[in-house]
């Protein structure tokens, strides 16, 4: 099979880095990887408290644990064991969740392994944190998308209420700024721009203006 095309986005939560994904991977006619849902999913399995298992617990629990991918752009669907991952994780709760175990070697190591053999297998828009930096080092094409917190928040707010869920934009702010903390200061595979990133600061941008970016920049 000829080599897989991967293009990494990376970038903070709330920054919009799904939707960029999806249109940018529709663009190119191939399936995007949401690499949060990956963390957000274990995190759900696993459940509440997990991160303070001892490595052998967490070890076997990862131990059943395999992802599969098919269909391309806003159609990808990510499965866990053949079940598709669902709207369960999608609250910030489950986000903060994902960002502890996220702090764990074990769990990296598993997740990296799953993600690579994916981008083996397929060519990828693959968001996460880690993108550039870590999984695929060797992307001929990265993005690092940023915004303000503020904008990030109100951003996460209107998706939620376009959802018809309850939110708190004070919450949020708060919310996202701690999650920010852990996922930039950790040990393991922070987040933070690959040397060979491109950086785009969305924050006075339109999804459309950020797209185009994109396109550009792959074309
Ligand atoms: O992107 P999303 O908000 O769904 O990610 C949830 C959490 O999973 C992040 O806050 C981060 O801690 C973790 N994550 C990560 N590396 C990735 C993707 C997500 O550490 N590649």
Same mark, same amino acid.
């Given at each position: 099979m000829d080599k897989t095309l991967i293009v990494t986005i990376d970038g903070p939560a709330g920054v919009g880095k799904s939707t960029m994904a999806k249109q940018l991977a529709r663009h190119l006619s191939i399936p995007y990887l949401d690499t949060g849902a990956m963390f957000r999913s274990v995190a759900w399995k696993l459940g =509440?408290?997990? !991160? =303070? !298992?001892?490595e052998a617990k967490l070890g076997a629990a990862l131990d059943g644990i395999e992802y599969g991918l098919s269909g391309t752009g806003e159609d990808s669907v990510l499965s866990l064991n053949g079940t598709a991952i669902g709207n369960e994780i999608r609250t910030e709760q489950v986000g903060m969740w994902a960002s502890n175990i996220a702090t764990l070697p074990v769990i990296r190591t598993f997740l990296k392994a799953a993600q690579q053999a994916l981008g083996e297998k397929f060519s990828l828009v693959a968001e996460g944190r880690d993108m550039g930096t870590v999984v695929f080092p060797d992307a001929p094409c990265k993005f690092f998308l940023d915004a303000s917190v503020d904008e990030r928040a109100m951003r996460r707010f209107r998706q939620l209420v376009a959802m018809g869920k309850p939110a708190d934009l004070e919450e949020l702010k708060e919310q996202i700024a701690r999650r920010d903390h852990q996922d930039r200061n950790r040990v393991v595979a922070p987040l933070k721009p690959a040397d060979d990133a491109t950086t785009i600061d969305t924050t006075e941008m339109t999804r459309e203006q950020v797209l185009a970016a994109l396109k550009e920049a792959v074309a």
């Open positions: =509440e408290g997990s !991160w =303070e !298992w001892d």
